[in-house]
């Protein structure tokens, strides 16, 4: 399965919203009903930190400026009102079929 | 607190060998499956290998199979990924990472160690 993010980079003014698609080249959603699609964030110099998982079910801590949308192949990461903490690169992965990641989206501040 | 530690990495010879090492502690790790993640500096992140609680199921990414190797000691808590004939494009950062079901099963990447370089060059 293939995972297709866009845009490649953001730059944002703080405070303001921002938003990232990514697409599978299959469907994520099995016959329970649910899409498996994790978003992470990876803060320079940093391990990815698991932020969304089953598309959009927010994970133990992350703050809820941060939410997840979609099913079967389009999904979004919306960040309501982007921090200078929220720096680094979005990833997007699969896990339906194994596990592949999005190329990433650099997100930067204004 | 979970904590996953990565150690072996170094400079390896194109053909060669290298084990990595992942101590973890903070949770039950033998109710958890467990997996590999790789970073090629300044690049995107590759998943590698799982394996799930008892090492009955195991799964690797076609560009290591046959050549990397995945096991786990439960009783030591470690995880381990034997990695042999290495070349050039395998140089990263090997990330440990624990998988969210708490069934023991191979379904997603909750948490992720540090890290570990493995650099192949001659």
């Known amino acids: 399965i293939v995972m297709s993010q866009t845009p490649l980079s953001l730059s944002v003014t703080p405070g303001q919203p921002a938003s990232i698609s990514c697409k599978s080249s299959q469907t994520l959603l099995r016959s329970d009903g649910k899409s498996y699609l994790n978003w992470y964030l990876q803060r320079p110099g940093q391990p990815p930190q698991l932020l969304i998982h089953e598309a959009s079910k927010r994970f133990s801590g992350v703050p809820d400026r941060f939410s997840g949308s979609g099913s079967g192949t389009d999904f979004t990461l919306k960040i309501s009102r982007v921090e200078a903490e929220d720096v680094g690169v979005y990833y997007c992965?699969?896990?339906?079929?194994?596990?592949?990641f999005g190329g990433g989206t650099k997100v930067e501040i204004k | 607190e979970v904590q996953l530690v990565e150690s072996g990495g170094g400079l390896v010879q194109p053909g060669k060998s290298l084990r990595l090492s992942c101590a973890a502690s903070?949770?039950?790790?033998?109710?958890?499956?467990m997996h590999w993640v790789r970073q090629a500096p300044g690049k995107g992140l590759e998943w590698v290998s799982g394996i799930n609680w008892d090492s009955s199921d195991i799964a690797y990414a076609d560009s290591v199979m046959g050549r990397f190797t995945i096991s786990r000691d439960n009783a030591k808590q470690s995880l381990f990924l034997q990695m042999n004939n290495l070349r050039p494009e395998d140089t990263a950062f090997y990330y440990c990472?624990?998988?969210?079901?708490?069934?023991?099963?191979?379904?997603?990447?909750?948490?992720w160690g540090q890290g570990s370089l493995v650099t192949v060059s001659s």
């Open positions: 903070g949770f039950n790790f033998d109710d958890y499956a």
């Open positions: 992965m699969q896990s339906i079929q194994l596990f592949t």
């Open positions: 990472a624990k998988d969210i079901s708490v069934f023991g099963v191979l379904a997603s990447i909750e948490f």
